[in-house]
């Protein structure tokens, strides 16, 4: 199947700073990717949409000028939690998904984020 | 109104037993799609199955087939010949409409332990 990696795979960051998290499609080209948000022991809660080189669509009650969301290219996007704070600390995954990968989108290992 | 809805919270198996995880989920589109993944203590989801809504055979997948029953609206995930590495996390998904591109909604997920 195919691979998505993120970076970095664990974080830990004092409140106030910003973290740019990475997610790359290895092998496929993703025309969208997708950011989800998971508390322990809890299902995936999808954060936004995002389509290359458009802005991303955010799901209801998320904030776009905190988690910001950039697919610049086929095979990377990026979250960048600003002025984090410890209510940010989660698990978030990304998924790509494109036309080569048919019905299924794929997702990548996760970013464990620790905000002190 | 849930639109993915997984009822086992927790379910045990004994090793090389067949178990079955179930899924019911609600939808007007009449094209969609069904998933099942798999989350590890790692955090990682793996993709196992899918059922398209105008697939008239049940997916398979190795020891994994999803039964489907359209008019019941459920999509349950048989796993056969339990082995002590499918303990996980197992959750059920829907993506609605056509293409590979919408996002998908997660059930509440089932946490599996298999017995040795």
């Known amino acids: 199947g195919a691979v998505v990696s993120q970076h970095p795979s664990r974080v830990i960051c004092k409140s106030g700073t910003s973290v740019k998290i990475e997610c790359r499609s290895l092998d496929f080209q993703a025309t969208t990717m997708f950011w989800y948000r998971q508390f322990p022991k809890q299902s995936l809660m999808l954060m936004a949409t995002?389509?290359?080189?458009?802005?991303?669509?955010?799901e209801q009650g998320v904030e776009k000028d905190k988690f910001l969301i950039n697919h610049a290219s086929l095979t990377l996007s990026t979250l960048t939690v600003t002025s984090a704070h410890p209510e940010d600390s989660s698990f978030y995954i990304c998924?790509?998904?494109?036309?080569?990968?048919?019905?299924?989108?794929?997702f990548g290992p996760g970013t464990r984020l620790t905000v002190l | 109104a849930q639109k993915i809805t997984q009822t086992q919270p927790g379910m045990f198996v004994q090793e090389k037993e067949a178990v079955t995880l179930d899924c019911t989920y609600d939808?007007?589109?009449?094209?969609?799609?069904l998933f099942w993944y798999k989350q590890p203590s790692s955090g990682e989801m793996i993709f196992l199955i899918y059922q398209g809504s105008y697939d008239e055979q049940n997916a398979t997948e190795g020891r994994y087939s999803l039964n489907f029953q359209k008019a019941r609206k459920s999509a349950n995930l048989v796993i056969s010949a339990s082995q002590l590495g499918d303990s996980a996390m197992y959750f059920c998904a829907m993506r609605e409409g056509p293409g590979n591109t919408g996002k998908l909604i997660f059930g509440q997920g089932t946490t599996l332990q298999v017995k040795p």
């Open positions: 998924s790509a998904t494109g036309l080569a990968s048919a019905d299924t989108q794929y």
């Open positions: 995002s389509n290359e080189g458009s802005k991303a669509t955010y």
């Open positions: 939808t007007s589109d009449q094209s969609y799609g």
